[in-house]
């Protein structure tokens, strides 16, 4: 009978000891505010390329994607331009101001992958926000076709993340 109480004791004990373990490492996976690491702006997400928004770069990179739109306000801004060239990889569009914006990476596939069909001189808006000098669009609408491509909810984050609940 001490046999087993001595079994079940040191069973109990180990059974804490995980328990204690698995609470203390989630603590410290999780900043002060309560949000993961990975969806912070401090933290780095394990997304693919830029999240596609205006950099001048090789498009699909595998960079570390930074998002802090899920912690703060955007201006938001309405551009209006021409769609100048595209391709699978990414869309030009010269806005009227005469900025040149380039939708690539993972919103660019997003578009396509809701059926945004662009065509050269296509009139276009692209309603977004600007971060970090780089615009990031929340919404493509294609004038002269009626396409539209939702690529961010009204918070910023991006709507390829999935789970947007935040």
Same mark, same amino acid.
């Given at each position: 009978m001490m046999k087993k109480i001595l079994m079940w004791t040191l069973y109990a004990a180990l059974v804490g000891i995980l328990i204690?373990?698995?609470?203390?490492?989630?603590?410290?996976?999780?900043?002060? @505010?309560?949000?993961?690491?990975?969806? @912070?702006?401090?933290?780095l997400s394990t997304g693919f390329g830029r999240g596609g928004s205006g950099k001048n770069e090789q498009p699909g990179g595998?960079?570390?994607?930074?998002?802090a739109s899920n912690l703060e306000e955007h201006e938001w /801004?309405?551009?209006?331009? /021409?769609?100048?060239?595209?391709?699978?990889?990414?869309?030009?569009?010269?806005?009227d101001n005469g900025e040149t914006i380039y939708v690539a990476g993972r919103a660019w596939r997003f578009?396509?992958?809701q059926g945004f069909d662009p065509r050269l001189g296509n009139q276009l808006t692209m309603h977004g926000f600007f971060e970090n000098g780089e615009f990031e669009p929340a919404k493509i609408n294609n004038l002269s076709t009626g396409q539209v491509a939702n690529l961010r909810s009204e918070t910023g984050r991006p709507l390829w993340a999935g789970n947007n609940t935040y």
């Open positions: 204690f373990g698995a609470v203390n490492r989630t603590a410290a996976k999780i900043e002060p @505010s309560g949000k993961p690491y990975a969806e @912070s702006s401090e933290g595998f960079e570390d994607e930074i998002h /801004v309405t551009l209006s331009g /021409v769609i100048s060239s595209f391709s699978a990889q990414e869309m030009l569009a010269v806005m578009a396509l992958e």
